[in-house]
Each structure stands twice: as C-alpha cells, then as structure tokens.
C-alpha cells in the first residue's frame, strides 16, 4: 500500500555511483524526514564517503533526488554544495513523480 493510503513502508536511501554501492541505509521508523533530519542524514552517509573522493571523480557525478521539500530547504542545498554538488551536478525530480511511484 502507497503512503497516502494509510500503508505503512520502510524507507531505505542508496547512493548507486558506476560500480559502486553508497549504503543502503535504513532511514529510522518515525523519522519524520524534515530538512533538518534530511541534512543530518546526508552529513552521516554521504560525507563520510565523499570525503575519500578524488576531487575528479567527484565532478562527475550527479546527485538526483525529487524535489520533496526536505530536498529543496536551503539548509539541505547547503549540505550538498558543502560536499561538492551544485550547479548541473545536483539534478532534481519532481516531488511524488508518477516516474519514481510503482
């Protein structure tokens, strides 16, 4: 069941970069995912991995996520730019995309 049936889920976060699998992580039950428990999450997973990469590597990745409004707060932008992705390499979907929705 979808969410906004009044189904439960489990939210996982991955990063998938060439061969390479970022986590997967299991994002806590009850969490309510705010811009501030979003950019908590990115600084535990995604910066201690992005720390160990090569300046090169990391200007060719794009970050892609959809444009929920913890995704798009300011406060998460920052995080990002702070690990590297701005500009063409931070690409934003839509929020609930009939694309990313079974």
């Known amino acids: 069941m ?3 049936q009044g189904g439960g889920g489990v939210m ?7 061969d390479e699998l970022v986590g997967p992580f299991r994002v806590p039950d009850g969490l309510k995912l705010t ?4 950019c908590e999450f ?3 997973a995604l910066k201690p991995w992005s720390d160990d990469l090569p300046l090169s590597r990391l200007k060719t990745i794009v970050f892609m996520h ?5 995704h798009a707060a300011k406060a998460t932008t920052a995080v990002l730019k702070s690990l590297g992705f701005v500009n ?4 934003i979907w839509p929020s609930n995309s009939p694309d ?3």
Not at 12 to 18: E, N, R, V
Not at 66 to 70: G, N
Not at 88 to 91: I, P, Q, R, T, V
């Open 35 to 38: 811009a501030a428990t979003y």
């Open 12 to 18: 996982i976060w991955a990063c998938i970069i060439g």
């Open 100 to 102: 990313l929705i079974d």
């Open 88 to 91: 063409e390499s931070l690409m």
């Open 42 to 44: 990115l600084k535990t």
């Open 66 to 70: 959809e444009y929920a409004p913890s």
């Open 2 to 4: 979808r969410r906004q």
